[in-house]
């Protein structure tokens, strides 16, 4: 796949997404290239709850931000905190999740396939992956 200012290679525009094959690296590396924010969440257990606040610290949540999948949804579809270039959001470690909480590994992929679908409207390029890949439960 070419690379181009709106999706870095081997991308698939707003739909979460497994890690490529050349790894979490590649893909830091590709979206700092091209100028995008890039976060990378290590989640350590199978804690919701956990999850939302390291969500809420990495990208710098507003104050108002509760640390719940409603709240996230609306910091999500807003980031007008952050710089407006391309975003991408790395999720690993979510094995644990999927596994132990498997219904809050999918309502988090739900939340933020929602983000998304709602970037997709914009000009501003907004990814998602995932390890495990999505829809693992």
Known sequence: ?????????????HRLQALPPAGLDALIAQAR??????FHLALQDARLDHA?????RSLAFPEWY???LDALADCLGDLS?????????????GAAMAREAPQDWLAL???????ATTWAATQRP????LDPP???P
Request: hydrophobic residues 45%.
């Open 126 to 129: 907004f990814q998602v992956y």
């Open 52 to 56: 939302l606040v390291a969500l809420g």
């Open 33 to 38: 290239q091209q100028g995008w924010q890039i």
């Open 109 to 115: 992929q739900e939340v933020l396939q929602d983000a």
């Open 66 to 68: 509760g640390a719940n």
């Open 81 to 93: 905190w952050l710089p407006e270039t391309g975003l991408v959001l790395c999720l690993t470690g």
């Open 134 to 136: 999505p829809g693992h």
């Open 1 to 13: 796949m070419v690379s181009s200012p709106n999706h870095p290679p081997a991308a698939a525009p």
